[in-house]
């Protein structure tokens, strides 16, 4: 029977444990999740890779632990690491919200963390957002369709399954030609993220947290309100450049910032800029951030990836 353990890696850690339930992967039991605090969001940025690998393995040694009946390692066959980057071969090609990760072989180098400490199942990465993806697929029972999902927190991911060779940072979309659009992580000009993530709100509107800035756009301060829209138009871009490369179809939008997400104004921008008739067929889904789901992506996707799924 398959099991197996997925852990995600965004502004925190969370970790659980899958197994095999009527034919489908369930997550069960307690996740684990670092810091425990949910407030403290920045605890990872700037973390030596040492102490990550550390941490992680220990995570991953108390969800083994923790599988009933057997404790040994060799009841779990993958282990699945979602990472917020970009992920190709085993590499982190890059990773803009969390620096310290880029150009590393994670996969192989926490790997070898965990045979000495006596786990010797393989390990997988792969990006975040694809994970959501993977784990909305694998909940539904629909592994053979195409699911897209935007995350919004820090940064702004931009997940599929199947998972596809290919780099789909969707998030980095060009979707201003505006020169003075220079707010994103990873120093492009007029990106999607430089519009929508934390960080970059956060330089825009240098005085105010982006909390504030939605809740001053509602009370009708102008330079809010107008920023909303764009924030709006933003990912309606992002989705219809989606859209028109590939097909209309399901989107979903997670993270911790569809609290500021306004699905009917996101219609109406998107209705604007998607006008041919064949591709009007898609629709749009929040859906609230949910550790499960993630894990569960990073596990399947594991097992997926060992052909044990
Ligand atoms: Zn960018």
Redesign the pocket.
């Known amino acids: 029977m398959a099991a197996a353990i997925g852990v995600v890696i965004t502004e925190h850690i969370v970790a659980g444990r899958l197994q095999e339930e009527n034919e489908q992967m369930v997550v069960v039991g307690e996740h684990l999740r670092f810091p425990a605090d949910p407030s403290e969001t920045e605890a990872l940025i700037g973390m030596p890779t040492s102490e990550m690998y550390e941490l992680l393995a220990q995570l991953i040694k108390r969800l083994i632990s923790e599988t009933p009946d057997r404790g040994a390692t060799g009841s779990v066959t993958a282990i699945g690491v979602a990472v917020p980057g970009v992920v190709r071969n085993g590499v982190v090609q890059d990773a803009?919200n969390l620096a310290q990760i880029k150009g590393l072989r994670f996969g192989e180098a926490l790997s070898a963390v965990l045979r000495e400490q006596g786990v010797h199942a393989p390990v997988h990465i792969l990006n975040d957002a694809d994970a959501v993806a993977a784990g909305l697929a694998s909940r539904g029972g629909h592994l053979d369709r195409l699911i897209r999902v935007w995350t919004l927190g820090n940064g702004i991911g931009y997940g599929r399954w199947p998972i596809a060779d290919g780099v789909w940072?969707g998030?980095?979309t060009v979707v201003t030609l505006d020169p003075r659009e220079r707010f994103?992580?990873?120093?492009?000009v007029g990106?999607?993220?430089?519009i929508m993530g934390n960080r970059a709100m956060r330089l825009r509107f240098m005085d105010m947290e982006p909390e504030d800035v939605f809740a001053n756009g509602k009370s009708g301060d102008a330079r809010c309100s107008e920023f909303v829209d764009l924030w709006h138009r933003a990912l309606a871009a992002g989705c219809a450049t989606a859209i028109h490369l590939g097909g209309p179809g399901r989107f979903y939008f997670t993270g911790l910032n569809i609290r500021f997400l306004d699905i009917k104004l996101l219609r109406e921008h998107l209705d604007a800029m998607v006008r041919m008739s064949l591709l009007q067929s898609y629709s749009l889904e929040v859906l609230p951030a949910e550790d499960a789901i993630s894990i569960l992506g990073a596990g399947v996707a594991a097992l997926r990836a060992q052909q044990e799924w």
């Open positions: 803009p940072e998030g980095h994103c992580g990873c120093g492009g990106h999607i993220e430089g």
